[in-house]
């Protein structure tokens, strides 16, 4: 099947990458129709809401890309079996977390989901369709998404691809438009050459690399665990600069200078979060021991070790320099998404580092631009002190809007989330309303540290010695 011939596409799973990635297709590829369908009604209509600001994913530039697209070319949808039927490619875009319970639990990737939208292909296609794996999988999983496919009522026929997606959130609409390689992966030279006529539609020949299905599935998981390995590395670094004097930034500077190092990926911080790095590298350590390669799995494992370390460490550190206690103290929390530009919040390092504050007893004051108080409540496992009326509770927590408020009446701040606006706080006027002897402790060095310090605070940076 040439790329010309594919007029309509489906993708099962409209979530942070099934929703941006088919809006980039859509809007590149105007002669192909895009369903995006998804069990979650929610979710369908926050992406059909008329107001573009409403969209379940907050994406820099995603709004004006659906803006263009939606009702011409692409479409939202929660009639799943007729997406299918009609469509000549079907992505499975679904989540794949880590197992809760059961084989393999804590490590293993729940590929439920999957198998459910395997088996909704099965029953749904119609004569030939490509299937292309865009969520993340472990190694082999394309083997068990033919025999499922293949098992279905007969008259239809299946290729599988492997197509996984690098974009990362808060960039993902630039990620997407201009991507450093297009990763596929398969048998079948037909369908292999339908998907890249598709990318080949804005993606320079050259990034759109072929692999067989098993490589493409390993260079996902392995692509993940190179960049987690990078930023436990430079938090491991980071702990020692604050032992020794050095400054981490330094360092990061001096040791990416070197080409063959890079300078990307070193910027030090509360250990990394999003719902794919911790996940990936388990599902990783979960292979190595299925294979029997127990140096390599306790190898990989480190890397998460460090990271949930390096969280722990910020929270004992803000207690440590409170004076060991943080009871009923209020403390401003800049910052609550998983990183900058994105509302998401799945692993984020503000999740374990406020738990951590809230059972020392701390009053925590949260805020972040794109997070909700829902959101927060879900992750922090209990309501917004607010909704009790009580602001002061020890071990409460409540969202504020603006830096000013955080800091009323606080010990401290603590900059999680390095969003472009607490890189211009206004000190002077900030730290007037705070418990003297008051800190900042910016865990992302976003501050200005020295317009905090020239206000009177107390200044911790992470990995400044
Ligand atoms: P998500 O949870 O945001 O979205 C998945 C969606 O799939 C949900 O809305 C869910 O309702 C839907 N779904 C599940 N089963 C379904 C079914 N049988 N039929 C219809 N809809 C169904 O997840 P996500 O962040 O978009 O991640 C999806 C996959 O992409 C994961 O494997 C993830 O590892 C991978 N990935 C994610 C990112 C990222 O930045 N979030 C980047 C690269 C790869
Ligand atoms: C990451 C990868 O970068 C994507 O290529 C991949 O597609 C995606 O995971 C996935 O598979 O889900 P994402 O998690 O969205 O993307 O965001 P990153 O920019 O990689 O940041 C991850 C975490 O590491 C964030 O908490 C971030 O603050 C942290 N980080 C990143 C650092 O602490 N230091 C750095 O130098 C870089």
């Not at 929610?42 to 992406?47: G, S």
């Not at 004569?127 to 239809?156: C, F, M, N, Q, W």
């Not at 719902?275 to 590298?281: E, H, N, R, T, V």
């Amino acid at each position: 099947m040439a790329s010309s011939t594919i007029r309509s596409i489906c993708c099962i799973g409209a979530g942070y990458v099934g929703g941006p990635t088919m809006a980039v297709i859509a809007d590149r590829c105007p002669q192909i129709q895009v369903s995006v369908v998804d069990l979650n009604a929610e979710r369908i209509a926050a992406w059909n809401d008329p107001d573009l600001s409403q969209l379940p994913v907050y994406e820099p530039g995603l709004d004006a890309v659906v803006g263009r697209c939606r009702g011409r070319n692409l479409h939202f949808s929660t009639a799943v079996e007729a997406a299918i039927a009609a469509a000549d490619m079907v992505f499975l875009s679904v989540n794949t977390p880590t197992k809760t319970k059961g084989l393999g639990a804590g490590q293993a990737s729940d590929l439920k989901w999957v198998e459910a939208s395997a088996r909704t292909v099965a029953q749904a296609a119609r004569g030939h369709t490509i299937v292309v794996e865009k969520s993340t999988l472990p190694v082999r999983t394309a083997a068990a998404v033919k025999a499922i496919l293949d098992a279905g009522p007969a008259g239809k026929s299946f290729a599988v691809l492997s197509n996984p997606e690098f974009l990362a959130e808060g960039t993902a609409i630039g990620d997407l438009e201009g991507p450093d390689r297009v990763l596929i992966g398969g048998e079948d030279p037909e369908a292999i050459e339908a998907l890249a006529g598709i990318y080949g539609q804005w993606v320079a020949p050259q990034k759109i690399l072929r692999t067989n299905l098993w490589s493409s599935e390993l260079s996902k998981l392995t692509a993940n665990a190179f960049l987690a390995q990078r930023i436990s590395s430079i938090n491991s670094i980071a702990a020692i600069c604050e032992a020794t004097g050095a400054d981490v930034r330094e360092v990061a500077k001096a040791i990416g200078a070197d080409s063959r190092i890079g300078a990307k990926f070193l910027q030090a911080g509360p250990g990394f979060g999003g719902s794919c790095f911790q996940k990936d590298i388990l599902n990783l350590v979960y292979l190595c021991r299925h294979y029997g390669l127990e140096e390599v799995a306790a190898y990989w494992e480190q890397v998460v070790l460090l990271n949930t370390w390096q969280q722990h460490r910020i929270a004992k550190l803000v207690v440590n320099k409170l004076f060991g206690t943080v009871t009923g103290k209020r403390i401003g929390v800049l910052g609550f998404a998983f990183k900058a530009d994105t509302n998401d919040t799945r692993e984020s390092p503000a999740i374990r580092i406020c738990r951590d504050l809230l059972e020392e007893g701390a009053v925590l004051a949260i805020i972040d631009p794109k997070v909700s108080e829902r959101q927060m409540a879900r992750d922090l496992g209990q309501p917004a002190g607010a909704a009790t009326g009580d602001h002061t509770a020890e071990g409460s927590w409540h969202p504020v809007s603006d830096v000013q408020q955080a800091a009323s009446g606080a010990d401290a701040l603590l900059l999680l989330t390095e969003w472009q606006q607490f890189a211009t706080i206004d000190w002077p006027a900030v730290a007037t309303g705070m418990r003297q002897p008051a800190w900042l402790f910016d865990a992302r060095a976003k501050a200005d540290a020295s317009a905090a310090r020239a206000a009177g605070l107390n200044v911790w940076t992470v990995g400044e010695g």
